[in-house]
């Protein structure tokens, strides 16, 4: 089993967790300007990067809290978690700054 750290709960298993897609994807200014297409872009085209990759989670079965994680995609281990609203960690050769 994978072990994920609430950052309002502490450590907990996978299964209490939800996966909530790619993080830090900002909502249109305007969503009634956009046409069909780029709203479907907006809704629908994530990056699908192999590596290091900011995603966001939301502990269901605990507090019910959303936040941010930057997880690698290669191995699966979380290299940082931090809450909804804090800047993402500037990780650098496998290290948090």
């Not at 950052?7 to 900002?26: I, K, L």
């Not at 956009?34 to 990056?47: A, I, N, T």
């Not at 900011?54 to 290299?79: I, M, P, Q």
Request: hydrophobic residues 30%.
């Amino acid at each position: 089993m994978l072990e994920i750290r609430c950052p309002y709960c502490g450590p907990r298993d996978e299964t209490e967790f939800g996966y909530g897609g790619q993080a830090h994807v900002a909502y249109p200014e305007d969503p009634y300007a956009l046409s069909d297409s780029e709203w479907g872009e907006y809704l629908f085209y994530r990056e699908n990067t192999r590596g290091v990759f900011a995603e966001r989670w939301v502990h269901s079965a605990g507090c019910r809290k959303w936040f941010n994680a930057l997880r690698d995609t290669v191995t699966y281990e979380f290299k940082a978690i931090y809450r909804t609203g804090e800047p993402r960690p500037d990780i650098t050769e496998g290290e948090i700054r």
